[in-house]
């Protein structure tokens, strides 16, 4: 906001031009990558998730919710198709933001249907309806974290590949206006 203060909001030489754009370019690609960043680190100063905690709460999520899918074999392929939406790779290039904004909607649509599935079968259940419906909806939720987390992962290395050379050529563009503006 400084610099944009100090230009009166208006580009004066190519040397400043160069530097408030790049600037603009560093800022907003900051945001974009502290966005990126909560979505693989826990917490500003957390320790980095990895994709093997991510499954292995898949794996523990699927282990809780074994009794309910043996009960329900409509059930247990509607979970698996899910995962397999979800977490095989897009046939289409470029689709990945996409993807990851439909996989709300989509884990709110197959637990929909879940919830279905789990009240048609309630009188021949062993395990209570709220309890099968909750261990479906932590799967389908821990299922949706690590396609999420994945996606993230990918982005957050190519944020980096792009944003450390914006910050290089500000620091430099920087440098040069200041000894240019010094200078003459």
């Known amino acids: 906001v400084a610099i944009l203060f100090h230009c009166n909001f208006r580009i004066g030489s190519r040397n400043g031009a160069v530097a408030l754009v790049s600037m603009l370019l560093v800022a907003g690609s900051g945001f974009i990558g502290r966005y990126v960043y909560t979505r693989v680190h826990h917490g500003l ?9 991510l499954a292995r709460d898949v794996e523990s999520s699927r282990g809780a919710l074994g009794a309910t899918l043996a009960g329900s074999p409509r059930l247990a392929e509607l979970v698996r198709a899910h995962e397999s939406s979800l977490l095989g790779a897009s046939r289409i290039p470029l689709s990945g933001p996409l993807r990851v904004l439909s996989f709300g909607a ?38 949706q974290r690590v396609a999420e987390f994945a996606f993230f992962e990918r982005v957050l290395s190519l944020w980096h590949a792009v944003h450390v050379p914006l910050c290089v050529l500000l620091f430099l563009a920087g440098s040069v206006h200041v000894v240019a503006v010094h200078l003459y």
């Open 45 to 53: 100063f957390g320790h980095r998730q990895s994709l093997r905690e």
């Open 106 to 143: 989509r884990t709110r649509v197959t637990l929909r249907r879940a919830r279905r599935l789990i009240a048609a079968s309630a009188g021949s259940s062993a395990i209570p309806r709220d309890e099968a419906e909750r261990s479906v909806r932590a799967h389908l939720q821990a299922v």
